[in-house]
């Protein structure tokens, strides 16, 4: 059975590692809290205006369908394991549009950086990487 990665903690992005769609942020924090199978996450977006905007919600990575509400849509996500990286996939519909998303979630093996990787949906290609905040 592979090692299951325990995400808990406070996360801040490193955004001359990331490569980003869109606006760049002047930062984000990202709170998660990872008690195997249950995941919550909060992440705070500080805009270029210095406007804050919070994304918050759960998933589960034991495979069930999990239904967030995200910046007012309705998110259905399911995630699994695959090998040592959490897949998170999303159906997303906002402002009259079908999204999908697949979202890659993975640890450093010293478990300091933290790597969200989209491959194969509509933001492929975006990579957030976020150190670990000591505390």
Known sequence: MPIRSDFTGEWKVDLGASTLHGPTPKAIVVRIAHFEPELRVDMTIVGADDKE???AFAARSSGGQVTNTVLGNEWI????WVGRELLIESQVSQAGRRMHFRDYWS???DGRRLTMEHRDDDLAGQVTILDRVPG
Do not use: A, G, K, M
């Open 77 to 80: 996500s399911q995630s699994q």
């Open 107 to 109: 640890l450093s093996d």
């Open 53 to 55: 905007r919070v994304i």
